[in-house]
């Protein structure tokens, strides 16, 4: 076969790489009972009545033989928290059930577990492809669950998040002479932290407790025996500082306490201090966990995913409060 004068198989594959898919991994038996797996993302439906799904596989594959010989194979559709195991099923040379739960389904074939969907097939037929065999399968079972998927997108694996219909308008036309809309990601940012703030409010009142208090108690739970200056570099970008009174405060509260033999006042929690502790931020989570209901799994893993990236190419070098010391 030769390649078209001009065509780069390079640039064609990166150009098919722009076309978002999901992560699936097929499974099925060899002749003599041993399972096998490979990952693969050219999964695709084909017919709802009657059920029909395909999938392709490179002719070099050492798998293929057992493909083209069984007639049961499994789809799949992997999920968000799957990203190592579709890994593993992608390289060769090691036993890749090992360790892993496994489920019986209307064939031999391996079913495995935590997927976002699953597809049981027999394979009605399959042809050629180019440098692919293409099978086409017949569905004879299938489940699915609310996990979102693990996804492929320009050579890197992807979160999927829902684009809004209905429920969120998008951004309107500013005023005359104002260039300030709801769409500016500071304003969405900025409203999106307060309103969940506001919500914490609420419960931290009827635990006595202001913000400041939840920031330095928070931070203290996770790195204790902090100076006041130390407490303040973690804490310092919510504009709510410590000061000597409010660590004064606390320490009336009997929810820290003052160490005084290492050159400096160091702040440690008390017992009551991580009992508190573990009560503001149980209150955190429960505003959290009523926003991602909401919100959808997918949606909430995304947010946060693209959260984490924001945080860190605007970092001003707040130094890391989980880092091992």
């Known amino acids: ?6 065509f780069d198989p390079q640039d064609f594959r990166a150009a098919l790489g722009t076309f978002t898919t999901g992560v699936t991994i097929i499974t099925a038996r060899t002749a003599s009972g041993e399972p096998i797996g490979i990952t693969a ?14 999938w392709s ?40 059930f090992a360790g892993l739960e496994t489920e019986e389904g209307v064939s031999k074939a391996p ?16 042809y050629e492809g180019g440098d692919h065999v293409i099978f086409v399968g017949e569905v004879l079972a299938y489940d699915r669950s609310s996990r979102p998927p693990l996804v492929y997108q320009g050579g890197q694996y992807a979160l999927t ?9 998008l951004a309107s036309a500013p005023p005359p002479d104002c260039s300030y809309t709801e769409d500016l990601l500071g304003y969405l940012l900025g409203r999106s932290h307060y309103q969940m703030l506001h919500a914490l409010r609420q419960l931290l009142d009827t635990q006595a407790l202001d913000e400041r208090s939840f920031f330095v108690l928070s931070v203290l739970s996770i790195r204790d025996g902090l100076t006041l200056d130390e407490i303040n570099a973690f804490i310092g970008y919510t504009g709510l500082l410590a ?15 003052v160490e005084t033999g290492y050159g400096a006042l160091r702040y440690v929690l008390t017992a009551d201090g991580r009992e508190a502790s ?15 209901s909401r919100l959808g799994p997918g949606d909430v893993m995304a947010l946060k995913l693209l959260l984490k990236r924001l945080i860190a190419s605007s970092n ?10």
């Open 316 to 325: 001003p070098g707040m130094p890391d409060l989980w880092a091992p010391r």
């Open 1 to 6: 076969m030769t390649t078209q004068k001009g």
């Open 278 to 292: 573990l009560r503001q931020i149980a209150l955190a989570k429960a505003v959290e966990e009523d926003i991602a």
């Open 41 to 54: 993302n050219s999964f695709n439906s084909v017919s709802l009545n009657p059920p029909l799904v395909l």
């Open 243 to 257: 000061t000597t009174d409010s660590m004064n405060a606390l320490e009336a509260q009997r929810l820290v306490a």
């Open 161 to 169: 998040a829902r684009k809004p219909r209905e429920e969120v308008r």
């Open 111 to 126: 079913l495995l577990t935590d997927c976002t969907a699953r597809f049981q097939c027999r394979t009605a037929f399959s």
């Open 57 to 96: 596989l490179a002719k070099n594959a050492r798998s293929l033989d057992t493909f083209l010989t069984t007639r049961h194979w499994n789809v799949h559709v992997l999920s968000i928290d799957q990203e190592a195991l579709s890994g593993r099923f992608a390289r060769q040379g090691e036993d890749k």
